[in-house]
């Protein structure tokens, strides 16, 4: 297993960005997938974005071109870069840890306002 804590959530007028960090309690070099999910009030848990242990990235449509992810191996670290924000992308997002058949791991979330 291991703990994932998130970062960098907040209040943002549309157009605006933030900068999610993930901090892992070990190393995260060999996990197979990090990604970032995010929950709408009275919506369900949707994927975001999400890179494997190779590098290899994923999108889901509404996000691309305005959220960047990447791991930094050293410090054990994932960050969601969110540009262009827009008050559809208000939610709790979620830092996930998927090394399938060992564990799923999941952080307690950071909330995202955009608003004006």
């Known amino acids: 297993q291991v703990q994932l804590v998130e970062s960098g959530g907040g209040l943002v007028q549309p157009g605006g960005s933030l900068r999610l960090s993930c901090a892992a309690s070990r190393s995260i070099s060999s996990i197979f997938r990090m990604g970032w999910y995010r929950q709408a009030p009275g919506k369900q848990r949707e994927l975001v974005a999400s890179?494997?242990?190779?590098?290899?990235?994923y999108y889901i449509d509404y996000v691309k071109g305005r959220f960047t992810i990447s791991r930094d191996n050293a410090k054990n670290t994932v960050v969601l870069q969110m540009n262009s924000l827009k008050p559809e992308d208000t939610a709790v997002y979620y830092c996930?840890?998927?090394?399938?058949?060992?564990?799923?791991?999941w952080g307690q979330g950071t909330q995202v306002t955009v608003s004006s």
């Open positions: 890179i494997t242990s190779g590098g290899n990235t």
């Open positions: 996930n840890a998927d090394h399938p058949p060992l564990y799923n791991s």
